[in-house]
């Protein structure tokens, strides 16, 4: 089946630190890979996507890079911020499917 | 206006009530969610709808039931509540078509059962 592992949390760093959250996937196929992000106190929105290998998707400073080889996809952002503190979901949608698969979250804490 | 609300944000009940778990949108899509979140599990599926007459279940629907009673609403129904159904449950909406199956995320319902 699929599935999507991402790194433990939280993670804690400086402002303007540079952030580097681990994803790596299975799945058959080549499916459709997703970066959504959760605010404190509200749902998840789509930060970012990528449908291809070697698809960077990019949003708000941070990209993500569509690693077929290594079936992984990891969110990178060079310079964080306080606002950027929040819980971030890796996901995947399988090539032939319309259901989402996510992972269990990294939360994200930026300090002044 | 939020686009997809749900009702309540927050309950506390005890094992064994029935709870409801509403969620409404209005941003005109035909495809409703409805997802739990646990700590280091990520967001699994309970059931979902693709139109009115559509249900569907999903990773995780034993001991839960939903009823779309119209295209912007769709509810979750815990017959019997357990404590290990204690949660974070969230809605979300999509359209058919959309690209790349975007999902349109409510605010959450945190739900303790004791």
């Known amino acids: 089946g699929n599935s999507v592992t991402q790194m433990e949390g939280p993670v804690t760093l400086s402002e303007e630190a540079f952030l580097t959250i681990n994803c790596t996937y299975t799945?058959?196929?080549?499916?459709?890979l997703f970066w959504y992000v959760q605010y404190p106190g509200e749902g998840l929105q789509l930060l970012l996507k990528a449908t291809k290998a070697d698809d960077k998707g990019s949003n708000k400073g941070f990209e993500a890079t569509y690693r077929k080889e290594t079936t992984s996809f990891h969110l990178e952002k060079g310079s964080v911020q306080v606002s950027d503190s929040a819980v971030y979901f890796c996901a995947l949608r399988p090539n032939a499917g319309n259901m989402l698969t996510f992972g269990g979250g990294t939360r994200l804490m930026v300090k002044p | 206006d939020a686009d997809v609300t749900q009702t309540p944000r927050n309950r506390i009940t005890k094992t064994g009530k029935r709870i409801m778990l509403e969620c409404s949108q209005t941003k005109g899509h035909d495809r409703m969610y409805w997802y739990r979140q646990d700590p280091g599990l990520g967001l699994r599926l309970i059931y979902y709808?693709?139109?009115?007459?559509?249900?569907n279940k999903g990773e995780i629907s034993d001991g839960y039931s939903v009823s779309r009673q119209a295209q912007a609403k769709f509810s979750l129904s815990l017959e019997s509540a357990i404590p290990n159904q204690t949660a974070l449950y969230f809605c979300a909406t999509g359209q058919t078509g959309i690209p790349y199956n975007e999902q349109f995320f409510g605010p959450g319902t945190r739900l303790t059962v004791l």
């Open positions: 709808s693709f139109d009115v007459k559509d249900i």
């Open positions: 799945a058959t196929g080549y499916p459709s």
